[in-house]
DNA sequence: GTACTAATAAACAGGT
DNA sequence: TACCTGTTTATTAGTA
């Protein structure tokens, strides 16, 4: 630790006064990191003695202590290579003022300036692998880290190597132990397609590209060329850095993307009159909730811009197709394609805690919303006050104007064929007839007799994903277009060529973890004392005038409507 | 402008 | 009587 501090010290020494280093400083600067190395020799050489000495049996302590060892080396070593850089770019900058070289525009960076946006070039990394290479590789030539383009550099330079190898002890004993545990790390089950330092027949350790025939080449390679010494720690670390770098560089992307997406919803909309306060969620609101678990729940201001709320920055999901296309919510309800466009799981899963805590009207409508509720039962049923519970437990937005949207609930429990109500011995309880509701996902797709007639293009609802959101979706690689694959028509009848809404109806069918769940079965819910619901949507279905609720124990009126839905379905295909 | 969808509000009936 | 549950109708607003 006093190293850490004595380095930093350097660093910081080095740091402040960035325009005004003149050679002497340099030179200053130069013998204390000689002081330093050589004392971090010593304290490696102590360390290492004290490992020697250990009792041989005990592993397990030794290892800690191996550990300890390499994370001191580790901090160490990474203030070497940042006191190197600047010390290099300060040597640089000295010459340049001298007259004596001249540096590519760009190049004669201040440390404290313009070094966090100077990038890392692939050269530059490049170079860095030769140099933590050594002469050993240096035959090696091209290291290909093409793409890379790290716009934001704390360390390195070409520079390194000289210190990194000098710093690095002897330890013929540490590499071999470590050699050992090396080749126990790589079993030999492995296969070389999952082996991500294998590939085309090449060794894809940085700096190496040794021709391995088959894939027990590469390991006998890989044991022999890269067991743990000085060298592969070295290439290790400044794969670390590189790591670091573009987890940098990723971060600044997404705060990036989060400023253009805020950008974008804090377009100035023009209030409207008959806005409620209850479907707006101003991004005020959200900064005030999202601190706090507890919803505080105080009606907004109908004034409020309408911008969406997103759980943008909620954890590794970035954003989200509804967060990212949500912005036309002005009264109640986000865009139609949006919500079409939405795996409920997938959406909600990764975000769950946003809304749990947020005041964030979730873009679902509420038949979406009720069949989750339903699904994520046990029995795959509910009772209407368990769909409420969780509603309120799952979204913080629920937990208030309750009267409005239970009632909400409520007509779409009974408006929505694909809800079913079961008598049970406790009351009455609530599924999900999961045929109905890809059926009815189907017809808004594809349009129904009614709808195809209408619609002059017959795209019906599957196009309601406008080009921006597929291209932006597209260009963010959600996976929510990406997973075509899932996508079969077998359980639902879609038709093929898959609509983002098509998408979202087998995506629904996916619980958390994107498995198609057997739960789901759209035969399960028939097992039960049910009513049928003839919903409103087909017109045509209603040819029975009758009291729209009927109670039947899988009838054969359910068998003829079963039928036709196969038979609309067939259709459809 | 039209058709469609979803949200919301409200009325109503039946049950507890 | 009040409340809950369930159904139905009407209105409104957003979208294609």
């Known amino acids: 630790m006093q190293i850490c501090v004595c380095v930093r010290a350097c660093v910081s020494v080095a740091m402040m006064s960035p325009q005004v280093i003149t050679p002497q400083q340099v030179q200053q600067i130069l013998q204390q990191q000689q002081h330093l190395q050589e004392f971090y020799k010593k304290q490696q050489e102590q360390l290492h003695l004290q490992l020697l000495q250990q009792h041989p049996g005990k592993q397990v302590k030794e290892q800690q202590q191996q550990q300890q060892l390499a994370a001191q080396q580790l901090v160490f ?24 070289i001249s540096l590519p525009p760009g190049q004669a960076a201040l440390p404290g300036q313009t070094l966090p946006q100077a990038g890392l070039s692939p050269v530059e990394l ?47 004993h540490h590499s071999m132990v470590n050699g050992q545990s090396r080749r126990e790390s790589v079993p030999q089950e492995e296969t070389a397609v999952s082996h991500s330092l294998y590939g085309h027949g090449v060794c894809k350790w940085p700096g190496c590209e040794s021709i391995c025939d088959d894939f027990g080449q590469f390991l006998k390679h ?73 919803p505080p729940l105080l009606p907004q201001t109908p004034t409020a811009p309408a911008a969406p709320v997103t759980p943008l920055s909620q954890g590794p999901s970035v954003l989200s197709p509804a967060s990212m296309a949500s912005g036309g919510a002005i009264r109640r309800r986000h865009s139609d394609s949006i919500k079409h466009s939405l795996s409920m799981c997938s959406e909600i899963a990764p975000n769950y805690e946003f809304y749990k805590n947020a005041d964030v009207r979730p873009p679902f409508t509420y038949a979406t919303l009720i069949r989750q509720a339903i699904m994520e039962a046990r029995d795959n049923q509910l009772t209407l006050n368990e769909i409420y519970s969780w509603f309120t437990t799952t979204f913080a937005y629920f937990r208030r104007n309750a009267a409005t949207w239970k009632n909400a609930v409520r007509h779409n429990l009974s408006l929505h064929k694909c809800f079913v109500r079961v008598e049970n011995v406790k009351g009455a ?42 291209a932006a979706l597209a260009e963010s690689n959600m996976p929510l277009l990406g ?55 087909n017109m045509d279905d209603e040819d029975c005038p009758m009291s729209l609720v009927t109670t039947a124990n899988h009838s054969p009126e359910l068998d003829d409507r079963e039928l036709e839905e196969g038979n609309l379905s067939e259709d459809l295909e």
């Open 77 to 100: 070593q990474q203030q070497l290579l940042q006191m190197q850089q600047l010390q290099q770019q300060q040597h640089l900058l000295s010459l340049q003022r001298q007259g004596l």
């Open 126 to 172: 490049q170079q860095l692998w030769k140099d933590v290479t050594g002469p050993h590789n240096m035959d090696d030539g091209v290291i290909k880290h093409g793409g890379l383009d790290l716009s934001t550099s704390s360390s390195s330079s070409s520079t390194t190597s000289s210190a990194v190898s000098k710093a690095s002890p002897p330890g013929a």
């Open 222 to 294: 890989l044991n022999s060329e890269h067991a743990l010494d000085d060298r592969s720690t070295a290439q290790c670390r400044v794969q670390m850095q590189v790591v670091q770098q573009l987890e940098i560089q990723l971060s600044k992307e997404r705060e990036r993307l989060q400023a253009m997406m805020t950008h974008l919803h804090m377009r100035p909309s023009e209030p409207k009159p008959s806005q409620k306060p209850l479907n707006l969620v101003s991004s005020v609101t959200m900064l005030k909730t999202l601190p706090s678990a507890s």
């Open 429 to 470: 309880v609530w599924t999900v007839d999961e045929l109905e509701y890809q059926r009815r996902r189907s017809q808004k797709m594809t349009g129904s007799p009614t709808l195809v007639k209408n619609l002059p293009s017959g795209l019906g609802y599957g196009a309601a994903l406008n080009a921006s959101l597929q």
């Open 483 to 537: 997973n075509a694959g899932l996508m079969n028509s077998s359980s639902t009848g879609l038709i093929h060529g898959c609509s983002p809404d098509q998408l979202n109806g087998c995506l629904d069918q996916l619980d958390s973890n994107g498995h198609s769940s057997p739960a789901y079965s759209p035969l399960h819910t028939y097992r039960l004392p049910i009513h049928i619901k003839e919903e409103p949507l």
